[in-house]
């Protein structure tokens, strides 16, 4: 388990036959929201993600920023930045935004193009995004109080 200081991102791309290492020592996620990535990223839809490290910062009600691990049998989400990190893909979107696109009605490529959604890095590791937020659609086939505050 290495510090939030530490930089060895290289850590992610180690084997592992446990779906539970981590990669920081940094506390699991404890928001409602964080909590709800980390089931996402965890379940069908994030065996779809890229090997990487995806900075997300969502604006508005709620604002945080959540740092998302994934590489092999690693797949974490840490709660706050990490200022010595740099992520394969940084994306800054609204609350209200990230709800509509994990509800469905939001598709993400309208979200990029129309500026609601921002991307700085390596965009094709957001491919997996679709498959996030299908496997979203399917666990929750009715509306998820999980954006309610």
Same mark, same amino acid.
């Given at each position: ?17 446990? +779906? ?18 980390? +089931? ?15 900075? =997300?910062?969502?604006? &508005? ?11 092999? &049998? !690693?797949?974490?989400?840490?709660? &706050? ?11 800054? !979107? ?37 498959? =996030? ?17």
């Amino acid at each position: 388990i290495f510090d939030d200081d530490d930089v060895l991102v290289v850590v992610i791309f180690a084997s592992s036959s446990s +779906s539970s290492s981590k990669v920081t020592g940094s506390s699991s996620a404890k928001t409602k929201l964080g909590r709800y990535l980390q +089931s996402l990223v965890e379940g069908p839809g994030g065996s779809d993600l890229s090997h990487g490290v995806y900075r =997300l910062q969502v604006e &508005g009600v709620d604002a945080g920023v959540y740092i998302i691990f994934v590489g092999n &049998g !690693v797949r974490q989400v840490v709660e &706050g930045d990490l200022p010595k990190l740099t992520p394969d893909v940084s994306v800054v !979107v609204s609350k209200d935004d990230l709800t509509a696109v994990l509800e469905g009605s939001l598709p993400p490529l309208q979200a990029y193009l129309s500026g609601r959604l921002t991307v700085t890095g390596n965009i094709q590791l957001l491919m997996g995004l679709e498959s =996030l937020r299908q496997a979203n659609l399917i666990q929750n086939n009715e509306p998820d109080d999980i954006f309610i505050v």
